[in-house]
């Protein structure tokens, strides 16, 4: 069955460094997102994206993060320079339609530690 | 903003029992979706439910989306100890409106 993939799984870094998360979605999918879920939190949206560009992001969403597709199976997440309340649990999604139809499917998430 | 609430928070009951769990809000949501997360695992989606009114079955457990489309309910039957696991719901406000806004979660505990 097809699934979304994330590496890293675990990703540790010090606080002002650059990370990016990366994300392979379902294949024929064509609407990607990026969620994060600190410890013992909601799961919270970060950024929806179709077509190549970002169709829409939460406030969380500032100018230290961005996400691209790279080529046509990548997804990424950047944080520019990781801040101690960046660490959190990071999910990519895909849906083969828009969200509010068609289902979520989501990844088995990198958790990301920020000293 | 749209907030969905979901009750219990927590849920243990013997194996054997029926429950069921509820998600509410005071918004309308267009689609409404069920998850099971395991601890440090991402969501696995159960059930999409998109009609008011709608229920939807997979095997034991039971879906239903309200009618006004601002509630749901999950219920289980003759709950078994592998059901143990945290259950989401999330929604989504408007079609094309891609976020998902989940809830606070039930923690369902099932005693062999």
């Known amino acids: 069955e097809p699934e979304v993939t994330q590496t890293p799984s675990h990703q540790v870094t010090q606080m002002g460094q650059e990370v990016i998360l990366r994300c392979v979605p379902i294949?024929?999918?064509?609407?990607f997102y990026w969620y994060r879920q600190i410890l013992g939190q909601k799961v919270e949206f970060l950024v929806s994206?179709?077509?190549?560009?970002?169709?829409?992001k939460s406030e969380i969403f500032d100018d230290q993060f961005s996400v691209e597709r790279p080529d046509g199976s990548n997804f990424t997440l950047k944080i520019r320079s990781t801040k101690l309340e960046d660490s959190a649990m990071y999910f990519c999604?895909?849906?083969?339609?828009?969200?509010?139809?068609?289902?979520?499917?989501f990844g088995p998430g990198t958790r990301l530690t920020v000293l | 903003t749209q907030l969905l609430e979901q009750s219990p928070q927590f849920l243990s009951i013997q194996e054997g029992e029926n429950l069921t769990v509820y998600c509410n809000s005071s918004?309308?949501?267009?689609?409404l979706q069920w998850y099971r997360q395991e601890p440090g695992e991402g969501p696995v989606l159960l059930v999409t439910?998109?009609?008011?009114?709608e229920v939807k079955k997979l095997k034991r457990l039971t879906f239903q989306f309200g009618d006004a489309r601002k509630d749901s309910s999950l219920h289980i039957t003759a709950a078994q100890p592998g059901d143990t696991g945290l259950y989401l719901c999330?929604?989504?406000?408007?079609?094309?409106?891609?976020?998902?806004?989940f809830g606070t979660g039930t923690r369902l505990t099932i005693i062999p």
């Open positions: 999604a895909s849906s083969e339609v828009s969200g509010g139809i068609g289902a979520q499917f």
């Open positions: 999330a929604g989504a406000i408007n079609f094309g409106n891609e976020k998902l806004t």
């Open positions: 294949s024929n999918h064509l609407y």
């Open positions: 994206f179709y077509n190549n560009e970002i169709s829409e």
């Open positions: 439910v998109v009609t008011g009114g």
């Open positions: 918004s309308v949501f267009s689609s």
